[in-house]
């Protein structure tokens, strides 16, 4: 895989945590803290239908009654909920642009500087046809290639404008996969989410080209909470991937988003993420504080849905990307990396709920840990009695680095069919003295033979991401890692 | 404070500390129900406990053991020369125990005679290897420790086998007993104890059994275990191990019997060289709940942890395993394996598994693995291209599929009652 | 080129190395042969630089510096190479990506220009024939599921393509068959040159028929007992080890 020969020149060239920057820009704030009044806000805000202000208000009531999740193992002081703000929009971008033209140019200037491009023409890293949706605070900005993408009936967009254009599939599906009272966070983003993505792929469509949403928190005392749904109708495809980045801040921001994916008969969706928030400083201050709720419901037969993710920021992360396997036969994947250094915390994993016959699924997890931080891997595998034929295959690997920090390998095996077959392997070691010494004695500096290990360790997981992304997940496993000898 | 249940409620009402002449066991005791108090039995809540509720003991109302019951005839596994244990719903049996000839300065006897003979000893250690924190069902048995077997040995490899019978027997009245069992170990000692629950008429029994164990100073415990307690009983055996420096801990268990089991061990490596080895058999049929859940602490550098425990599932059965591996900050050279597997043979039968690693030192080997699934299809069908019947089949996958377990043990003339064991289970199914 | 003064290494508190004196010059092929035990591997990996090695006395002068104070990435930078005994499998980790880290890397220490992927490719290619190396070999991760011959002969490679000034072999015949032995010393031969100079660490003689060696030293409870020129290889084949582990002790 050409990808990762380029590997070791990449972790040279890139610097610690370039993302940290803050646009200087205005922006229109809701009043800080959380309330009915907020929400109401919000979904005034977006011009939204009453249903959908219904739904929030709901949602709300129901988490006011619900207590923070504290099995996870990671440890935080308490959040004050009141204490953020719960919409934060760059005005220029109130009203929603028009045409890319329309776009603030030091919006563009901040895409550019992270990488993005956000003018059709460019290419991003040498890759034609991606296109994107960019998310800034609490609104979508941009969004590429959507006359191309329109021709195939694909819609592609910000989730707001899907409420005002695409009302009868937002309400269908929205919700119909995390149900607003399904856990805390989910709740919480049900009645205050801002923006997002939202995708439909029409009957038989190969989307043409690869679709990427660019989240980027810039505001302080913000959280972000997008809320995104992609629907793949019979027979049709579609690759999508995420990418975050948050500026250094002392402060920790909550982001909390949803993401609900639908597979009808024959559709395959691939969620790719590089998720590199903010991870905090050396002493653990600062970070994105990052609880997520990602779901995938094979409805059809023969659907698959496939999750890759690689988990490289955010001071904590809580995450779960789980698939639903209910049509007969439909396929559920989870390929997962996730580094923590320093202070960071990760519980991250997934679920796999079996209930179609011949469902399979298949988890590849690979945990590193180095300086004081900790990692846990906590996954599901479920075989309901209707779930005949069943199999999951599951292997967990996890690598330390340094003395203080943890790894942890949490999995539930649950069975009530004995025709459904579950293997579960894992595995905790350290990077051999002997790998490391083979390395040095070749002329390569411990650091980057540590890069080097570590992306080989990864690399079942990374060679699932598209190429462009596979480029920057290999870059990012060395800087995560950088200072983690000593 | 949460509420507690009626049934928690009731065993705290039932305890009734006398005061004895020794007070740290007054404040063992009272620590014991202080806890128990705090959270009475465990709900599914519980992370421990998410797959195993202990709700059924909520339907009965439990009595305590009033007198000494007579018992029936009783079964040896060993052959004439051991020493002989036999405790009556909790009670010592002195009357039916052969203890005759063990080793000078040794002790072997009841919890009541040792707590009078060796009180310094088991101040230091009773209570203190599985404490009341540990679970709600030690500090319950804490509270209500009254007898129970003590195996003191120091400087002694003993020659002969200790068998101990643990016998559940009610006529009628649900009972509860809670027996606190102490083997200490030390100074290159040696011993092999066969121990066996079971269960005498049908009535229903809650045992909820504490045993500590500490195998110090390059001694080494094979101990076995063997639960076929009655088809109406409730049982949950903790079981708490300290191993010190080169010593090892060898354990095989076997579990048939009962409506519901819950074998808690908690194992702590608690010095260099420290070993242990734990083996596993479940086999559960008709509405039976069997539930092995184990904790590995590896507390110090260099210690090693072996775990293969198989389980086969018929009927509505459920089988639970829970096991996890803990190694310390600072326990480099640690090396923890677990294997967990099941076969399930019956639509309605579920399996939970939960092994689990929590590693908290860099210079560590472990890994874990788990597999659920139903007899293989292809080496079934071999077998029958070969002439044998379907059930035959059946059993000698079964079989070959448990006995590696038993390989895996040196159990002597023991092995052939855990493999006779398998068979009549194969059979009755 | 290579000077090595009253070598004194201890493992895990251990002396294993007693004293050790050794010159080379540029251009030679140095034979160090012993029975198991002796310090032969414990010389290649005191001279690589490998942790828990610990250098309790004496000096190791290469080029004129002091070797010892170097890190092994340094040293590799410098020119020294070790052919390992039990080459190390690095999951995950493809040949072709791990051979161009370590050649850009040591031609960054040399200040030469970093080579591109075609480049590279081209560079290693003219190699990779010469040893028998397939394509799909450098696909593959780094020794993984490689057979004896095939790991030795991606040793070869590594030393072909770094172009050292000091190649320790350790034992570089251990686990080879005739024909893997003829390729691995072939390979060597053709790597000899005058300013390329050589370390044979072998317990056979048979290696010897294939690089053949400028003096031979007999290395014994770790000291070189004796040294001579490549007839004693053959001496010691036929006459055994035995006289010299007694002589140490």
Known sequence: MPAINETVDQVKSVEKYKYGFVTDIDSEFAPKGLSEDIVRFISAKKEEPAWLLEWRIKAYRHWLTMDEPDWAKIGYPPIDYNDAYYYSAPKSGDEGPESLDEVDPEL??????????????????????????????????????????????????????????????????????????????????????????????????????????????????????????????????????????????????????????????????????????????????????????????????????????????????????????????????????????????????????????????????????????????????????????????????????????????????????PSARVEHEATTSKIADDQLFYCRQRGIAEEEAIALIVNGFCREVLQELPMEFAVEAQKLVGISLEGSVG | MNKLSATSQS??????????????????????????????????????????????????????????????????????????????????????????????????????EALGSHSELLETHLGRIATSKDSPLLALNASHMADGYVILLSKVQLTKPIEILNVGRTDGQAIAYHPRNLILLDQLSRATIFERCTGQNTGSYFMNSGTEIFVDQGSHLQHHRIFADGPEAIGVASTGVRVGSDANYTSLVLSDGGKLLRNDVRIHLSASGAETKLGGIYLADDGQHVDHTVLIEHEMPHTKSEQLFKGVLSGKARGVFQGNIRVHEGADGSDGQLTNKTLLLSPGTEVNSKPQLEIYADDVKCSHGSAVGELDEEELFYLRSRGIPYTQAKSILVESFLSEVIDEFNLGELADTFHQRITDWIRAD | MLKINNLHATVDGKEILKGIDLAMGFGEVHAIMGPNGSGKSTLSYVLAGRDGYEVT??????????????????????????????????????????????????????????????????????????????????????????????????????????????????????????????????????????????????????????????????????????????????????????RYTADAA
């Open chain 2, 11 to 112: 065993f705290v009402d039932a305890c009734s500390i006398s005061e004895t002449e020794l007070p740290w066991l007054n404040s063992l005791k009272k620590c014991g129900i202080e806890e128990f108090s705090k959270v009475g039995l465990p709900t599914l809540r519980n992370e421990a406990w998410r797959y195993t509720s202990l709700k059924q003991l909520e339907r009965l109302d439990w009595q305590k053991v009033a007198e000494d019951y007579e018992v029936g005839e009783l079964s040896w596994l060993t052959s004439g020369d051991s020493y002989k244990l036999v405790i009556v719903n909790g009670k010592f049996n002195y009357s039916l125990s052969e203890i005759s000839g063990f080793p000078e300065g040794a002790f072997i006897g009841s919890l009541s």
């Open chain 1, 108 to 417: 563009l200037a901040t895409y550019e500087k992270l990488g993005i491009p956000l003018h059709e023409q460019e290419v991003l890293a040498g890759v034609k046809n991606v296109a994107i949706d960019a998310v800034f605070d609490s609104v979508s900005v941009a969004t590429t290639f959507k006359e191309t993408l329109a021709e195939h009936g694909v819609i592609f967009g910000p989730m707001s404008e899907a409420v005002k254009n695409h009302p009868e599939l937002v309400q269908k599906y929205m919700g119909s996969v995390v149900p607003t009272a399904d856990n805390y966070f989910a709740a919480l983003n049900s009645a205050v989410f801002t923006d997002g993505s939202f995708v439909f792929i029409p009957k038989g469509v190969r989307c043409p080209m690869e679709l990427s949403t660019y989240f980027r928190i810039n505001a302080a005392n913000t959280g972000q909470f997008e809320r995104t749904l992609i629907i793949a109708e019979e027979g049709s495809y579609v690759s999508y991937l995420e990418g975050c980045t948050a500026p250094m801040r002392d402060e920790n921001q909550l982001h909390a988003a949803v993401v609900e994916l639908v597979a009808k008969d024959d559709a395959e969706i691939k969620y790719s993420t590089v998720q590199n928030w903010y991870p905090g400083d050396e002493n653990g201050v600062g970070g994105i504080y990052n609880f997520v709720t990602k779901r995938g419901a094979c409805r059809g037969k023969n659907s698959k849905i496939s999750w890759t993710q690689v988990e490289t920021g955010s001071a904590i992360t809580w995450k779960y990307p789980s698939c639903i396997l209910q049509g007969d036969n439909s396929v559920g994947e989870f390929y997962s990396v996730a580094i923590t250094n320093n202070f960071q915390q990760a519980d991250t994993g997934t679920k796999m709920i079996h209930l179609g016959k011949n469902t399979s699924s298949r988890i590849i997890a690979k945990g590193i840990s180095a300086g004081k931080s900790q990692s846990t891997y906590r996954g599901l595998v479920k075989m309901m009695p209707k779930a005949d034929g069943g199999r999951n295959f599951t292997q967990c690997d996890s690598l330390l680095i340094g003395k203080e920090c943890g790894a942890h390998t949490i999995p539930y095996i649950e069975s009530k069919n």
């Open chain 3, 57 to 242: 006395k004496g000096e190791v002068l290469y080029k004129g510096k002091n070797l010892l104070e170097m890190k092994p990435e340094e040293r590799a930078g410098e020119g020294v190479f070790l052919a390992f005994q039990y080459p190390v499998e690095l999951p995950g980790v493809s040949s072709m990506n791990f051979l161009k880290a370590a050649v850009n890397a040591v031609r960054k220490y040399r200040g030469e220009n970093e080579l591109d992927a075609m480049d590279f490719l081209k560079f290693v290619r003219e190699t990779t024939k010469m040893l028998n190396i397939t394509d799909d070999m450098l696909k593959r991760a780094v020794n993984v599921g490689f057979s004896g011959g095939e790991k030795k002969r991606n040793e070869i490679l590594q030393m072909a393509v770094l172009k050292p000034i000091l190649s320790v072999l350790d034992e570089t015949d251990s686990g080879l068959d005739v024909d893997a032995l003829r390729i691995v010393g072939d390979g060597v031969t053709a790597l000899r040159s005058p300013h390329r100079s050589m370390l044979v660490i072998t317990h056979y003689q048979r290696l010897l028929d294939h690089i053949i060696p400028d003096e031979v030293h007999i290395l014994a409870d770790g000291k070189i007992v004796r040294s001579g020129g490549k007839e004693l290889a053959v001496e010691l084949e036929e006459k055994g080890y035995s």
